[in-house]
């Protein structure tokens, strides 16, 4: 006789584990641009980096909240170390990657002036270049310093506005020329918000989880060996469009016959730091039509212009998909 089995076939019993964990791919490793200069922090290392959580739902129908690894992790010590009031010190392992030749570097002259574009935690490698200057600075008082300046963008002033006290600090002191900054979630006004057109300042670590989709807030640490100290901003709602579209006045345009002589008269550099997929290309545009109006050029001839700034080192940029 036979038999007829219906229904579903039985669950397959679970894998090993050595076999699950072989068929895993590894662990990409993390790359943090470094917001600090050994010059001013010789045992402190301080980067600044995004806080991923997202939901699933799974097979039962249950939603689950899940965290970004590496963030999440560092995020916790952190927490850890605040909360014991310092007496709790996680250390972390860390290793230096080997240069490409492509990394941000100053101008090896102080006399060199750098104009600096670095939305959100883009903002953490022109850190590194200020108190690079400063330090510069201080060891030779009668060097002749060009001119600094940084254009900042997020939602919020406040929790959003990643190393606020000291930019402004810097600004005062004169380490900084001039702080340029877009707050596009303060003020209905977009002038009362900052200036900028058709530059998006596209913060993607602030999202709302949705659907499922990815919810971040930003955090702000200080290494020393161990943590030393975390900052969190507010969550607050992706934005979907343009951060901040200006159609009247912008930081870019405003600035951009400053931008031009900087750069054609003075050897300025140019540095762009920050989200990849919209923001980087959206300041190069930028620039072209700066470029192009500013030394009456078409649009090619601009970019050709911006193509070999970068050919010689004078524009750079340390973008990033995620």
Request: aromatic share 6%.
């Amino acid at each position: 006789s036979c038999r007829v089995m219906t229904g579903p076939p039985p669950p397959a019993p679970p894998p090993p584990l050595p076999v699950l964990l072989d068929a895993l791919p590894p662990l990409a490793e993390r790359y943090y641009s470094v917001a600090s200069s050994p010059l001013e922090h010789p045992t402190t290392l301080r980067i600044a980096f995004t806080l991923v959580s997202f939901s699933t739902v799974g097979a039962d129908g249950r939603r689950r909240r899940r965290e970004g690894l590496c963030s999440s992790h560092l995020a916790r010590l952190g927490e850890d170390f605040i909360a014991s009031g310092g007496w709790v010190k996680p250390r972390v392992r860390l290793y230096r990657r080997r240069p490409t030749g492509n990394e941000l570097r100053l101008p090896r002259s102080l006399a060199s002036p750098v104009i600096m574009v670095g939305p959100g935690t883009g903002v953490a490698p022109f850190m590194a270049f200020l108190q690079e200057r400063r330090a510069l600075r201080k060891q030779s008082p009668d060097a002749q310093v060009g001119e600094a300046r940084l254009f900042f963008g997020c939602q919020h002033r406040v929790g959003d506005f990643l190393f606020d006290r000291e930019l402004q600090a810097m600004e005062q002191e004169g380490t900084l020329t001039e702080l340029h900054t877009a707050f596009s979630r303060d003020a209905a006004d977009s002038a009362a918000a900052g200036e900028w057109r058709s530059v998006r300042i596209n913060v993607n670590y602030v999202q709302v989880s949705a659907q499922g989709q990815p919810r971040r807030t930003r955090r702000a640490l200080v290494l020393k060996g161990e943590i030393r100290a975390v900052a969190t901003g507010p969550l607050g709602d992706r934005l979907t469009a343009p951060c901040l579209t200006r159609t009247r006045q912008d930081l870019f345009h405003r600035s951009a016959s400053k931008i031009v002589d900087l750069v054609q008269k003075h050897g300025a550099h140019i540095y762009v730091c920050g989200d990849g997929r919209s923001m980087a290309a959206d300041v190069h545009k930028e620039l072209v039509a700066i470029f192009a109006a500013e030394l009456r050029a078409g649009p090619e001839e601009a970019a050709g212009l911006l193509a070999r700034l970068a050919e010689e080192g004078r524009y750079a940029r340390e973008i990033w998909f995620g």
